[in-house]
């Protein structure tokens, strides 16, 4: 039987899984669930990049920003980039953070990619679990990336983190403030997946996002700090790296882009 690969747009979790029993446990009962099963990973994460209306069939919401925009504003306020031309100037501290799954849910990893005034400064791996989600893996990449940011605004620096996890932002700077009220309980759907690095990171964002900016960025269309940050979330997958530890090898872009991808 050919393999297939399953979108979640609407679900308990959000993402692409290969395993159907998993991804039924997320979307069964679930109000107004959208999912779709995909041949290829390519398909897939073109569709899940979109909207469900518009791969499921339905007619899709109108966008207000025009055809030709590469930077937009969602409804929650969260900068949308999606060109690989990325200002690296804007803040003293930009973190990128990524997360990778092999299959999903299986072998799961971190990466972040720290630049100082611009240029890279560290590359970070790490947190794997042999029984993980992509969804866990990039909440925990943006936890420690929002690790780093306290440590620069503390420091009296600007900090930037971006990410290419819609998802994950939305668990921190969204969705956990509607949770909190109920109880960190869903309304209707039960509990909530990844809740406790969920709760972590947002009392760190809560505390400090008038001081930080967050931007969710476009996967795999070259921005480099976007890129690093997979290439090292993939690493420590095959490293089986389960603290995050720096990387401590010179940092040649060339070689490390070289490395196996998410």
């Not at 290829?40 to 994460?45: L, S």
């Not at 919401?61 to 025009?66: A, D, G, H, V």
């Not at 791996?125 to 925990?140: D, I, V």
């Amino acid at each position: 039987m050919a393999k297939k690969f399953y979108v979640v747009w609407a679900g308990r979790e959000t993402g692409i899984f290969t395993s159907w029993d998993y991804t039924k446990k997320l979307v069964d009962k679930f109000p107004q669930a959208k999912y779709k099963s995909f041949p290829t990973e390519a398909a897939a994460k073109a569709a899940f990049a979109g909207t469900a209306s518009s791969s499921i069939g339905k007619s899709a919401t109108k966008s207000t920003s025009s055809s030709g925009s590469k930077k937009s504003t969602s409804s929650s306020g969260i900068e949308s980039i999606k060109t690989k031309n990325v200002d690296l100037s804007t803040h003293d501290i930009i973190v990128f953070t990524d997360g990778g799954c092999e299959p999903n849910p299986g072998k799961a990893g971190s990466g972040m990619a720290v630049y100082h005034k611009g240029e890279i400064s560290e590359l970070w791996y790490g947190l794997f679990n042999p029984n993980g989600t992509n969804n866990s893996a990039e909440l925990n990449a943006l936890y420690q990336a929002l690790l780093v940011a306290e440590k620069a605004v503390k420091a009296k620096q600007t900090a930037k983190i971006m990410s290419d996890s819609q998802y994950s932002i939305n668990c921190i700077t969204n969705w956990a403030y509607g949770w909190k009220t109920k109880g960190w309980k869903r309304k209707v759907a039960g509990d909530i997946a990844n809740l406790e690095v969920i709760q972590q990171a947002h009392e760190l964002y809560d505390a400090m996002k008038d001081k930080l900016d967050i931007a969710h960025v476009a996967a795999h269309i070259g921005i480099e700090g976007n890129e690093l940050a997979d290439r090292m979330s993939i690493y420590a997958i095959d490293q089986k790296t389960v603290e995050f530890a720096r990387y401590d090898k010179p940092i040649d872009l060339q070689a490390i882009l070289a490395l196996r991808t998410g």
